[in-house]
């Protein structure tokens, strides 16, 4: 299943956060989105899975979602939002049983993706006991129960440490390397783009505009922190940003 | 060149309240050993206030002869239903201003209205719609109940975190199925607390209700007491509401810790 943009345009109380942006996402790719704060990012995510409704242009789904895809456009969130008055298990659970997947069917979803982001230890744990990090895991263990078509990752670890940062960046390779998803990976983070996003879309200030998509050649599994290459790359993505982020940083939030 | 080396001074500390157990106790009990000094010794004169141990000895006396239990019982009763109806009634419509933008609209201005009137001031008007028997009494209760609990519990279904029930949305989850299992979970520490003060303001209630046409209960005990000018009666009545009013508290407490334990 692909996703397309075409000519989107979004405005909060008059003004345009977001401006002409066409994008294709075609399936089995990552997609990273970076851009300074306040360009409109998030929006752009929340308007892709249908949370909000853009007030110019579309987003059209290509094709079917594949079998057996409970939520196709499925998010993780920057704040996991884990319910805190249930477990491991019963936030994940939590998605399955409007599906009508409860009793054994729901413990072999649960087993299995608690073991693919290696938190069988942890399934009645509650997320007060849990670090940053392993929370971000049981939210990205709920996304992957419902078998999502598209992942929409909403600056995923930026909540994060630089050192589980990193973990959780081999672990979502590992994860991609496994099962194929197609990703919207949001971020400000521009490390986590050159290691992640099989083509990086930069947006400009607000309202925020398509500037560039640069397409990433190596393959995402070869990508290793400190390649000469990814860091050339991330330097011209600073770059092209640098420029805007300093331009935004100086600006009122409702002038 | 070397200076005199001393500690860094501590500034930290303080602003975390903990819990030590018995200083309640000790509190009351000091209180309770200068009035009992004061009255026997005089220096408080027995107009003012009672004997603590005469006071004890009065409720011993009411225990044994079962004028407690003829008291205590109606008024449990008429304060278990009356809350019950005013609690349920609230949250329910608490609930449903958390959750619709009309019933906000309509029904906030109206609650608003209704919450700051005196109920002991509308008794004789109860008394008219529902009687002189019990129905005025656990009308009068409901009422007093119902506001305190809507107001906190729509502040505490405004107070779910929102992000938590984009979540729910996000994953497709049906209406009813984010408020039972994301709103009403994330309402229930706001709705507890609020309890607290509900409750309260029921027992305040119950003693007015009883001080009109009430043959039996604590309130009318009191009242007897006052005209008769029985300090020592009229002190175990009142030491009897307050009991009711820590058991009540304790109650919730007990509550508290067992739905929220997932806070810590």
């Known amino acids: 299943m692909d996703l ?51 007030d110019e242009g579309e987003v059209l789904q290509l094709g079917d979602a594949p079998e057996g895809c409970l939520n196709p456009l499925t998010y993780v969130f920057q704040d996991f939002a884990l319910l805190p008055w249930r477990t491991v298990e ?42 940053g990090g392993m929370k971000q ?19 995923p670890l930026s909540a994060l440490d630089a050192q589980t940062r990193e973990l959780l960046m081999e672990d979502l390779v590992a994860l991609w ?31 925020g505009r398509l500037r560039e998509v640069i397409a990433v050649n190596r393959p995402i599994a070869d990508r290793r922190a400190g390649d000469s290459d990814l860091d050339a790359l991330q330097a011209r993505l600073w770059d092209l940003m640098k420029q805007e982020a300093l331009a935004a940083d100086q600006e009122l939030l409702d002038a | 060149m070397p200076e005199r080396a001393r500690p860094v001074p501590f500034r930290g500390g303080g602003f975390a309240p903990v819990a030590k157990r018995g200083t309640g106790i000790a509190v009351f009990a000091l209180l309770l050993a200068l009035i009992e000094w004061g009255t ?58 958390g959750l619709f933008s009309y019933v906000r609209a309509g029904l906030v201005p109206l609650v608003a209205a209704i919450f700051p009137i ?37 502040g505490a279904v405004d107070n779910v975190d929102r992000s938590l029930v984009r979540m729910g949305q996000s ?7 984010i408020v039972r299992k994301i709103v009403l979970p994330g309402a229930l520490p706001g709705i507890l607390s609020g309890l607290r003060v509900s409750l309260a303001i029921g027992i305040i209630l119950l003693v007015a209700a009883e001080m009109l046409g009430a043959e039996h209960g604590i309130g009318a005990y009191i009242l007897q007491a006052g005209s008769l000018y029985d300090l020592e009666r009229l002190f175990a009545g009142v030491v009897i509401l307050s009991v009711l009013g820590v058991l009540t508290s304790w109650v919730i407490g007990r509550a508290e810790r067992r739905l929220l334990r997932w806070r810590g």
């Open chain 1, 90 to 131: 019963g936030n994940i659970s939590l998605v399955l049983e409007d599906h009508g997947i409860r009793g054994k069917a729901a413990r072999a979803v649960i087993a299995d993706v608690l073991a693919r982001t290696k938190l069988s230890d942890f399934r009645a744990a509650l997320p007060r006991q849990l670090s």
């Open chain 2, 118 to 154: 005196p109920k002991i001031a509308l008794l004789p008007l109860f008394v008219i719609w529902f009687g002189i028997d019990e129905a005025s009494k656990y009308a009068l209760i409901a009422l007093g109940t119902f506001t305190p609990t809507v107001v906190a519990t729509y």
């Open chain 1, 137 to 155: 895991r049981v939210a990205i263990a709920r996304a992957l129960a419902v078998n999502p078509a598209v992942m929409l990752l909403d600056e």
């Open chain 1, 4 to 54: 397309t943009l075409q000519r989107i345009g979004h405005r909060y109380g008059g003004m345009p956060v977001l401006q002409d942006i066409s994008l294709r996402i075609p399936a089995g790719e990552i997609l990273c989105v970076i851009g300074p704060s306040g360009c409109g990012k998030s929006t752009l995510l929340r308007l892709i899975g249908g949370l909000e409704r853009p």
């Open chain 1, 177 to 207: 390397e496994r099962q194929r998803f197609t990703g919207v990976y949001v971020t400000h983070n521009l490390t986590e783009a050159v290691r992640l996003g099989h083509r990086i879309a930069v947006l400009s200030r607000r309202p």
């Open chain 2, 40 to 97: 026997r010794a005089g220096w408080i004169s027995n107009l003012t206030l009672p004997v603590p141990s005469d006071v004890a000895a009065t409720l011993a006396g009411m225990a044994r002869s079962g004028a407690l239990w003829t008291h205590l019982a109606p008024s449990l009763v008429r304060l278990a239903v009356g809350s019950l109806i005013g609690v349920s009634a609230g949250i329910a419509v608490g609930v449903m201003i």
């Open chain 2, 171 to 177: 994953f497709g989850l049906k209406w009813s199925s």
